[in-house]
Nanobody
């Protein structure tokens, strides 16, 4: 059974930082592209960042230079370091095992709220 479990969300002031973690089990983690999505209030879910099995990264323009995605294949975990957070970063953040033509999986999400 595949599981993706996010943690690390919370309330932070503008300009602050958070580190999200997504611990996975039940899949060959090192083989797959992993992604972070987010869905803000009244908005569609959007791709924030992804990292391939080779460590190649992609970032949405809105987070480029502030967020860093990384992975630890030994721990089957993907991370999202978020710096210089803005109120518009407020959202539920989801970990996603990218669709590879056969399957995809989502975590349950973790709430990030940026507010003073």
């Amino acid at each position: 059974q595949v599981q993706l479990v996010e943690s690390g969300g919370g309330l932070v002031q503008p300009g602050g930082s958070l580190r999200l973690s997504c611990a996975t089990s039940g899949l060959i983690f090192r083989s797959y592209t992993m992604e972070w999505y987010r869905q803000g209030p009244g908005k569609q879910r959007e791709l924030v960042a992804d990292i391939t099995s080779d460590g190649i990264t992609y970032y949405a323009d809105s987070v480029k230079g502030r967020f860093t995605i990384s992975r630890d294949n030994a721990k089957n975990t993907v991370y999202l370091q978020m710096n210089r957070l803005k109120p518009e970063d407020t959202a539920v953040y989801y970990c996603h095992k990218a669709y590879d033509g056969l399957s995809e999986y989502w975590g349950q999400g973790t709430q990030v709220t940026v507010s003073s």
